[in-house]
């Protein structure tokens, strides 16, 4: 077994094998006890170089010694206990204090290791007390002189000492005699499910805990939340030393909420977003390892870029040389295209992407994917490689993944589900309902001519239907329905079925409508029907206005706990997006004079087989080989196949974007590099953010990056962006606004 205190005549056998530095190191220990002493004293100093030997070793070495010691809350998890009855050894732990049980000759403190996850009793007494019945033995210290010149102990000191305050305490091992009983707080369990999302599993919280140690027991601290206290082993305490000092009038307790700019604070008291963040670093690690054993390849590439038009609004970082200036990359799109034209065959990265759009709870401006690229493939290769990755990830993290056979197409998807990224483990599917319904019935439904009607069924799931119609009222009246009730194509028909009713609860669509609801629908009692219209023409953009009603009135029925929540993961693929969409809005685009852009980038290629000619003619009948990925009704990445030849990128962006031709001169490293005899390739981004909140069950990618943006782009931490100074502008030959 090892120990984790070396007797003297451990000691001096093992200076025999030590080198000269770690001689001297086991002096200092020896002599100052390490724990306390983080300096060296200056005779000590003078008698390593009278050895000859470089200070900056023995440093260096406490300095790693001090670092590990957290790897000993570990070793006394696993501790066992001698022929007395205890583990009487020794040991120094560093750590947090945090709670404490003051008495007038004992003190109960509580240690928590560097990484807040153990913890354990440390019991201090003032010098010449018994220990109480938990503890063996005696302890007793040299008493200091404080300043008014009276004498305080160990315990005087102690009770000084404010919770958060990072020590080393110095004592021994003992087997405790009264095993604490566990009291993970119920109030830290409740709040995290109801911080929850809807659809979320109870195997995410397990993920997240992850396997406890053996030997301990989940007890709440109230300052860091739920630690795992080892149950069989106290510290007897001969030295307890501050590492630094906490503010008297600071208040950080595991129910206090800090704003932003205490960011530190919130990490150290706040579990779930520590363990969050833990488990990020898990997931990165592993996606690591499986892609290095398919022979991918990690490649950085800059972050200091050029501004080309790919889609979205760059950030723009001038430079002392007057009208140039980088631009942060979007995506590292360009130059791992490169990278395919250079050899690397298969490449991946963990990204820095940086966008300057309007935020979400799911958007960052700077934000990270896992990017990968394969020379030599199609897009069936590609998203075979992902999905794999992701049934590895989830199988590994012990989370129920679901994986659609078959990827299904843009306009099924919007057809059926009302979103090009539909959450399918909830069954309310919609039908194309032209030829339903009575012409009354479409104008009071809509104004449009001959418009789109479609219809849907919501499953209550045993829901009375007086119960459902009081729910349906409600989440009209909601601020989340305004958008449905001021849609100009049309109010959405809603109706709950009830067999007490005359048609059934249905009588606002009429004889004709009422029996083509229960022909093709099949509603049971507290069912909501809902019938919306849309304009005539190709499906376009990511949903539609029943589509945004599907989603949102599920997720109501779920929080008011009328409907069960979906459990586990629903993986799936959505295909065949057309290749340019119109602009909308304040959409940049690629800059060109068409009136519309690439609904991916312009670096996607059409789909084989496919007439080109229709790529002058008919631009948007044009389907492109971009994919999707969805996770939950979220995408969580997307790709496509490449334009690996220079003459059709150079035709997509001149004759069918209609760019300007110094605008398509910014891409002529990449035309250069196509025009080399580059392979066929395509590739795929993770969103590396979204998908850990989906697999911790958060709503906000916010809450697994250390430091997020708020949702007008500041980081509140560090107070950024910040005002330039008049020499900043001057240097960067810039003006104020």
């Known amino acids: 077994m090892t120990h984790l205190f070396k007797t003297w005549k451990d000691g001096e056998e093992e200076k025999k094998r030590r080198g000269v530095g770690e001689k001297k190191l086991h002096f200092v220990r020896r002599a100052q006890g390490v724990a306390g002493k983080t300096s060296v004293h200056g005779s000590d100093i003078r008698e390593s170089r009278a050895a000859d030997i470089e200070y900056h070793i023995v440093r260096n070495s406490i300095y790693k010694a001090l670092r590990n010691q957290q790897n000993k809350f570990y070793l006394l998890v696993k501790a066992s206990y001698d022929q007395n009855g205890f583990y009487a050894r020794e040991v120094q732990l560093c750590g947090y204090l945090t709670s404490q049980r003051p008495g007038r000759q004992v003190n109960f403190l509580q240690l928590v290791d560097p990484d807040l996850k153990l913890a354990i009793q440390v019991v201090a007494t003032t010098p010449g007390s018994e220990t109480n019945d938990a503890t063996t033995g005696s302890l007793s210290n040299e008493p200091k002189v404080s300043t008014s010149g009276q004498k305080m102990g160990l315990l005087d000191d102690i009770k000084n000492i404010k919770s958060h305050t990072p020590v080393i305490i110095t004592g021994k091992a003992i087997k405790r005699y009264a095993p604490p009983k566990a009291n993970a707080d119920k109030s830290e369990s409740d709040s995290s499910t109801n911080n929850r999302r809807d659809h979320e599993v109870p195997s995410v919280q397990k993920a997240l805990k992850g396997k406890a140690p053996p030997n301990t027991i989940p007890v709440f601290d109230p300052f860091v939340g739920t630690v795992e206290l080892i149950s069989h082993l106290e510290v007897q305490a001969t030295s307890v030393r501050q590492l ?77 040389q007057k009208g140039l200036a980088y631009a942060l990359p979007q995506s590292p799109q360009q130059y791992k295209q490169v990278l395919m034209a250079s050899g690397v065959s298969r490449y991946f990265q963990f990204a820095k992407c940086f966008r300057d759009e309007d935020l979400r709870a799911d958007r960052q401006p700077e934000f990270t994917q896992l990017d990968l690229e394969m020379s030599f493939t199609t897009s069936v290769g590609v998203m075979d490689r ?26 099924t998807a919007m057809a059926s589900y009302g979103s090009d990224k539909p959450d399918v483990r909830f ?15 479409i104008r009071r439904l809509s104004s449009l001519e001959d418009p789109y009607v479609d219809a849907m069924k919501v499953e209550m799931e045993g829901t009375s239907p007086d119960e459902a119609g009081a729910f349906v009222r409600s ?42 609801i229960e022909d093709v629908l099949k509603p049971k009692p507290g069912d909501i ?17 029943l589509g945004n009603i599907r989603r949102d009135i599920h997720a109501a029925a779920v929080k008011q706990g009328l409907v069960k929540a979906p459990d586990g993961f629903a993986l799936l693929w959505v295909v ?73 990128q150079e035709l997509v962006l001149r004759d069918v974007l209609k760019m300007k031709p110094e605008r398509i001169e910014d891409f002529r490293h990449l035309l250069n590099a196509l025009g080399s005899g580059c392979p066929p390739h395509a590739g795929f981004a993770l969103g590396f953010d979204r998908l850990i909140a989906l697999m911790t069950g958060t709503q906000s990618v916010r809450d697994v990056i250390a430091f997020p943006k708020t949702a007008d782009g500041q980081d509140k931490f560090a107070g950024t962006p910040s005002p330039l100074t008049a020499d900043q502008l001057a240097t960067y030959h810039l003006k104020p606004a």
């Open 576 to 648: 065949d997006f057309p290749l340019f969409s119109p602009l909308e809005g304040s959409d940049p685009g690629q800059g060109g004079k068409a009136e519309f852009c690439s609904t991916h980038h312009p670096f996607t290629a059409p789909k084989p087989r496919q007439d080109l000619p229709r790529l002058i003619t008919d631009p948007l009948s044009i389907i492109g080989d971009h994919y999707d990925l969805v996770i939950n009704g979220v995408e969580v990445g997307g790709g496509s196949r490449r334009i690996h030849t220079a003459d059709m």
């Open 475 to 516: 989440f009209l009246d909601s601020p989340t329905s305004s958008a449905f009730i001021s849609n100009p194509a049309g109010m959405p028909g809603v109706a709950v079925y009830d067999p007490s009713k005359p048609l059934r609860g249905l009588a606002s669509f009429e004889h004709e409508g009422a029996a083509q």
């Open 244 to 320: 630094n000092e906490v503010p008297r009038d600071l208040i950080a307790t595991a129910d206090t909420a800090f704003p932003p700019e205490q960011r530190y604070l919130q990490f150290r008291t706040d579990r779930e977003l520590r363990q969050r963040l833990q488990y990020r670093a898990r997931v990165a690690s592993f996606c690591r390892s499986h892609l290095a054993a398919l022979q991918f390849q990690e490649v950085e590439t800059p972050l200091l870029f050029k501004s080309t038009p790919e889609g979205a609004r760059e950030f723009i970082i001038p430079t002392r």
């Open 386 to 411: 992902v999905t794999k990755l992701l049934k590895a990830i989830f199988k590994v993290f012990s989370l129920p993944l679901q994986i659609m056979p078959h990827p299904i197409k843009y306009k």
């Open 529 to 545: 029907i809902i019938v919306q219209t849309r304009p005539q023409g190709r499906l376009r953009g990511g949903s539609t206005p």
């Open 427 to 441: 069954n309310s599917i919609i039908y194309r309902a032209n030829g339903w319904f009575s012409s009354s019935v």
